[in-house]
C-alpha cells in the first residue's frame, strides 16, 4: 500500500486516548483543560481524514490493475476509431456509427480516471454482474458523460479524481506537537 503523507493511524489514535486520559483527571485547571478539549477535537477531525485517505488508498491499490487494463482498452478503442474516422474511404453512415462510439469509448475513459476514490471500482467491461452493480455502473456512467457534456472533464489531474485532497487542518497538525506531554 501506498504512503499516506502525515502522521499514520496509530498515531493519532494514542494521542487521542492520551488526550482523553489527561482529560479525566479532576484536578486539571481551567485552561488545561479548554485546551487540552479543543486538541481532542482537531485530533479526531486528523483521524476522520487519515481514515479517508487510508481508505482512499485500500480501493486505489485494490483496483490500480484492472483500471490499467480497463485504460488500455479505452485509449487503444479511441485511437482506432480516430484514425478510421481520418480515412477517406469510409462513408459517411459508418462515420457516425464511429464517432457514437468514439464519444462512448471518451466516457469510459473519463469514467476510468475520474471514478470516485471512496467507492469500490465498478468494473465497465466485465460480464455477467449483479443488477445492482450494474446500476452503479450505469449511474456513474451517466455522471461522467453529463460531466464530459459539460466540460468540467477537463479539471480531472492526471490520474482523475484519486486527487481529492482529504481536508487537512493546520491547527490539528500545531496540536500534534503538545509540549505539555514533554515535559
Same mark, same amino acid.
Not at 483500471?67 to 459508418?94: C, G, T, Y
Not at 457514437?100 to 480516471?113: G, P, V
Given at each position: 500500500?501506498?504512503?499516506?503523507?502525515? @502522521?499514520?493511524?496509530a498515531?493519532?489514535k494514542?494521542k487521542?486516548?492520551d488526550n482523553e486520559?489527561?482529560?479525566?483527571?479532576?484536578?486539571l485547571?481551567?485552561?488545561?483543560?479548554v485546551?487540552?478539549?479543543?486538541?481532542l477535537?482537531?485530533?479526531?477531525?486528523?483521524?476522520?481524514?487519515?481514515?479517508?485517505?487510508h481508505?482512499?488508498?485500500k480501493y486505489?491499490e485494490?483496483y490500480?490493475?484492472?483500471?490499467?487494463?480497463e485504460?488500455?482498452?479505452a485509449?487503444?478503442?479511441?485511437?482506432? *476509431?480516430?484514425?478510421r474516422?481520418?480515412? @477517406?474511404?469510409?462513408?459517411?453512415?459508418?462515420?457516425?456509427k464511429? =464517432?457514437?462510439q468514439l464519444h462512448?469509448?471518451k466516457?469510459d *475513459?473519463l469514467?476510468?480516471?475520474?471514478?470516485?476514490?471512496?467507492?469500490?471500482?465498478?468494473?465497465?467491461?466485465a460480464e455477467?454482474?449483479?443488477d445492482?452493480?450494474?446500476?452503479?455502473?450505469?449511474?456513474?456512467?451517466r455522471?461522467?458523460?453529463?460531466?464530459?457534456?459539460?466540460g468540467k472533464?477537463?479539471?480531472l489531474g492526471?490520474?482523475?479524481?484519486?486527487?481529492?485532497?482529504?481536508q487537512? =487542518?493546520?491547527?490539528a497538525?500545531?496540536?500534534?506537537d503538545?509540549e505539555f506531554?514533554?515535559?
Amino acid at each position: 500500500m501506498g504512503k499516506v503523507k502525515g @502522521p499514520g493511524l496509530a498515531i493519532v489514535k494514542k494521542k487521542i486516548r492520551d488526550n482523553e486520559r489527561l482529560l479525566k483527571k479532576e484536578n486539571l485547571p481551567a485552561n488545561v483543560r479548554v485546551e487540552h478539549e479543543r486538541a481532542l477535537a482537531a485530533l479526531q477531525d486528523q483521524l476522520q481524514g487519515v481514515q479517508l485517505e487510508h481508505k482512499k488508498m485500500k480501493y486505489y491499490e485494490r483496483y490500480k490493475k484492472i483500471r490499467f487494463f480497463e485504460r488500455k482498452k479505452a485509449e487503444r478503442h479511441i485511437k482506432q *476509431l480516430e484514425k478510421r474516422l481520418e480515412d @477517406p474511404s469510409v462513408d459517411i453512415s459508418e462515420k457516425g456509427k464511429m =464517432k457514437e462510439q468514439l464519444h462512448k469509448y471518451k466516457i469510459d *475513459l473519463l469514467y476510468i480516471k475520474g471514478f470516485p476514490p471512496l467507492v469500490k471500482y465498478v468494473s465497465l467491461y466485465a460480464e455477467g454482474t449483479a443488477d445492482s452493480t450494474e446500476e452503479t455502473r450505469k449511474k456513474i456512467w451517466r455522471e461522467m458523460e453529463e460531466r464530459l457534456l459539460s466540460g468540467k472533464a477537463q479539471k480531472l489531474g492526471p490520474s482523475g479524481s484519486n486527487n481529492i485532497p482529504v481536508q487537512q =487542518k493546520q491547527a490539528a497538525q500545531e496540536e500534534l506537537d503538545d509540549e505539555f506531554f514533554e515535559k
